[in-house]
């Protein structure tokens, strides 16, 4: 299983970026949950957003909440992370991750149990 996240790059703050995350030739199952997680320097990863592939149920980290907005598009197989009005505090390498049988509540605890990773793309935000 491979997951391509592409999509990070410099932005000011304020700015907005757009993540994707691509897996093809494969079917994700309704009870999957996929989402984004990021990894700043010198601090351990941590849950950003989920989306549950059958249901479209989504869950995000407070500290995101009302700036980015994950979805995904089933005909693609690919997820997605809108993130609006960055600040510099959400500087990070991001990672998409993939857990089977997983709410999209449930993956703010499943950092150390994805089943699979995307390769991580860094977005940094200038003050």
């Known amino acids: 299983v491979q997951l391509q996240a592409s999509g990070g790059g410099l932005v000011q703050a304020g700015g907005s970026l757009r993540l994707s995350c691509a897996t093809s030739g494969r079917r994700i199952f309704s009870s999957t949950s996929m989402g984004w997680f990021r990894q700043a320097p010198g601090k351990e990863r941590e849950f950003v957003a989920a989306?549950?592939?059958?249901?479209?149920?989504?869950a995000y980290a407070d500290s995101v909440k009302g700036r980015f907005t994950i979805s995904r598009d089933s005909a693609k197989n690919t997820l997605y992370l809108q993130m609006n009005n960055l600040k510099p505090e959400d500087t990070a390498v991001y990672y998409c991750?993939?857990?089977?049988?997983?709410?999209?509540?449930?993956?703010?605890?499943?950092?150390?149990?994805?089943?699979?990773w995307g390769q991580g793309t860094l977005v940094t935000v200038s003050s």
């Open positions: 991750g993939e857990k089977r049988a997983a709410s999209a509540q449930a993956m703010s605890g499943m950092v150390k149990y994805i089943d699979y």
């Open positions: 989306v549950n592939w059958g249901t479209g149920r989504t």
